[in-house]
């Protein structure tokens, strides 16, 4: 994704520091995250021919690249080799340690009607992207029954404005939002730009 025009980054922070990642340029596709645990458990089983291609301690990225309307999905995966060699004495035993964390992404592409140029017709993805110990963790999260869809309704409750703007880039926002804590704190800030004023104004 272009990271010119990622206007909304929304992170939620999950546990053992793993993160969710939603990028976005238009806030109103949030509705496409509607049944987005589904489409992580779809995610998961068509990538599982992947997990024997792993060696011990390598990371892994993953994308998983959806086009609406089409019945095509393509899915990019590539291993990395550690980045240093780490290793645990316990017990008198010595062990390796992979350090590096995976990366999975899922891209949602919506075709916009009012280009006529192919290269064009699938502009402004969302894109939510998970940073874990191991990417076969997303299983334990889809465990946690509703935490998917509570924390992706609390960003959109959060940061969608009651009018939109015409110009995407008048309206962009940055949100953390801790669903594991106590009070299950939420941080939110806002960069809003009156149409007609480039001075933009810092809303929290």
């Not at 949030?30 to 489409?39: A, G, I, P, Q, V």
């Not at 590539?78 to 590096?100: F, L, N, Q, T, W």
Request: with cysteine; charged share 25%; glycine share 2%.
């Amino acid at each position: 994704m272009n990271r010119d025009l990622v206007y909304h980054q929304h992170v939620v922070d999950l546990q053992h520091h793993e993160q969710m990642i939603i990028e976005v340029t238009d806030i109103t596709d949030y509705t496409l995250l509607k049944h987005f645990d589904s489409l992580v458990e779809s995610a998961l089983n068509d990538v599982v021919f992947y997990k024997d291609s792993v060696q011990l301690l390598e990371h892994v990225r993953i994308d998983y690249d959806v086009k609406l309307g089409s019945d095509d999905i393509l899915i990019r995966c590539k291993r990395y080799k550690p980045s240093a060699d780490v290793y645990v004495k316990h017990s008198g035993s010595m062990s390796a340690m992979k350090i590096d964390r995976d990366t999975f992404r899922i891209i949602i592409r919506k075709p916009l009607i009012e280009h006529h140029m192919p290269e064009h017709m699938y502009d402004y993805p969302v894109q939510v992207t998970f940073i874990l110990n191991n990417y076969n963790n997303l299983r334990n999260i889809l465990a946690d029954k509703g935490l998917l869809t509570q924390s992706i309704d609390t960003m959109m409750h959060a940061v969608i404005p009651k009018r939109a703007s015409t110009n995407l880039e008048q309206y962009q926002t940055y949100a953390e939002y801790y669903p594991y804590s106590y009070h299950k704190a939420l941080y939110v800030k806002k960069i809003d730009t009156e149409p007609g004023d480039n001075r933009k104004k810092i809303l929290y």
